[in-house]
């Protein structure tokens, strides 16, 4: 299905798929420049220096995107020679003939169609797929959500759609509801009654939302996740875990959690390491886009996903937030033992 | 002097964007930073090179991509492994420990007669 949709990219969506990749990498390049003191200029400057011949890339990319399509076009092309010379040769011929008799023209003719319809066929599979000129209506209609309810009803015939179609279409849709009331009211068939396949992707785009409503939705959302997960996973140790903490409030939980996280790492030896840290993989908390100290505070303290976190932890060092970069400088010392990546984070943040 | 950075050796660049992408998705700004921060900075990824292997790779269905937002709020194309790419790394990986013994063996075998 995924072949499908990519046959039917236009050549245009491809190339600004390629621009919009490369531009974001000299972007990020050039941002890390500027945070280690770099000028914006001169950064801009280093990140090209260092990505190499921009135009050369771009092409290398499209060739490998547009490859198979370039040579049905050129297979297309050809079939289209052959057809006009045929007919222009059968035609000529049918001029000098025309003293001949009209069997001849006739087997001529024949001829004529035969090929015609030998070639067509091919010729429209081969052809390259028309690009559709109106945009996604499903889309149109984010911008034109005016009230909650409405919010609702669209979010709801959304979730009923097949799972990654309608996860997408809030993606895309997102930043086109300038109201944050009605960005909460789109989540909440997603997440309701037991919630939806798709609905993590969902919460990590709330979680990052401008209107702190619709951030803090997101976040409780992502913790009643976690702790339905600890129920829902098949290993002895979880269960038990969460047979221990069902009860416990959220404060005393944590703090159990933490004791058993503590003494399983002081157990773990050499390459017991790596399995052992499957235990901190319980919480299943995405904080891909997680921003803010609050939201840090709680995923350190409850010991969860910590490579996930550990993932992200460069990028909160380089907050402008001095609040949100000590605890990132925490979170990290807190897991210097455990992890290989910790020395190189640890380096980093000397050098800021 | 010889600059203390490592280009990546021919072939390897597959290797280690798979495994790059073995502990979940990332982008591609991110694949680089994780392959010089895991390897303390001495691998040096050519940056111009890595774009054309990932869109590779995704042709051959080691990878697939989905544009989605970065630690930065932009908007950004994370690569993810399939379960094709998972073979394909225990494949690659296997090879290259295979190589990288075979090679020490020989750096380590004693001249004749010394």
Request: glycine share 6%; hydrophobic share 40%; charged share 30%.
């Amino acid at each position: 299905m995924r072949g499908f949709f990519d046959s039917v990219r236009s050549q245009a969506q491809i190339e600004a798929e390629i621009d919009a990749e490369l531009e974001f990498h000299l972007a990020e390049r050039a941002r890390e420049l500027v945070e280690q003191g770099v000028n914006v200029e001169e950064a801009r400057t280093q990140a090209q220096r260092r990505f190499g011949s921009l135009a050369d890339v771009r092409r290398r990319c499209r060739n490998i995107q547009m490859g198979e399509r370039i040579m049905l076009q050129r297979i297309n092309f050809v079939l289209n020679v052959v057809l006009v010379v045929a007919i222009v040769l059968l035609g000529w011929s049918a001029w000098r003939g025309k003293r001949q008799d009209a069997q001849v023209m006739a087997a001529l003719q024949a001829e004529v169609q035969k090929l015609s319809s030998l070639l067509e066929p091919r010729a429209a599979a081969l052809a390259p797929p028309q690009q559709p000129l109106t945009p996604d209506p499903m889309l149109v209609r984010f911008g034109a959500l005016k009230t909650s309810e409405e919010a609702t009803a669209f979010a709801t015939q959304l979730a009923a759609l097949e799972p990654r179609r309608g996860r997408d279409l809030i993606c895309a849709g997102w930043s086109a509801v300038t109201d944050g009331t009605l960005r909460l009211a789109l989540l909440r068939p997603f997440v309701e009654g037991g919630g939806h396949g798709e609905a993590i992707e969902l919460l990590d785009l709330a979680a990052s939302d401008p209107d702190p409503d619709v951030r803090a939705f997101g976040f409780e959302c992502l913790r009643n996740y976690a702790w339905q997960d600890f129920a829902d996973r098949p290993r002895p140790i979880y269960r038990e875990w969460f047979e221990r903490v069902r009860d416990l409030d959220l404060h005393d939980a944590l703090e159990y959690s933490v004791d058993q996280y503590h003494r399983r790492l002081r157990a773990a030896q050499g390459t017991e390491l790596l399995r052992e840290l499957g235990f901190i993989e319980v919480v299943d908390l995405q904080p891909a886009t997680a921003r803010g100290f609050d939201a840090l505070h709680d995923l350190w303290w409850s010991g969860g996903e910590a490579g996930n976190i550990l993932d992200r932890a460069p990028a909160w060092l380089r907050s402008e937030d001095p609040e949100l970069r000590e605890a990132a400088e925490r979170f990290i010392a807190h897991f210097t033992l455990v992890c290989d990546e910790v020395p190189g984070m640890l380096r980093e943040a000397k050098k800021r | 002097m010889a600059d203390s950075r490592a280009e990546l050796l021919q072939g390897t660049l597959h290797l280690l964007i798979l495994k790059a992408l073995e502990r979940g998705p990332l982008h591609g700004y991110a694949i680089v930073r994780r392959i010089e921060d895991t390897s303390d900075a001495f691998l040096r990824v050519e940056e111009g090179s890595l774009y054309p292997a990932l869109h590779r790779m995704e042709r051959h269905g080691w990878i697939e991509s989905e544009w989605g937002l970065s630690e930065s709020n932009r908007r950004a194309k994370f690569y993810e492994l399939t379960s094709s790419g998972r073979r394909q790394l225990r494949e690659e990986q296997t090879l290259w420990e295979r190589t990288a013994k075979a090679i020490d063996g020989v750096l380590r075998a004693q001249p004749k007669g010394a």
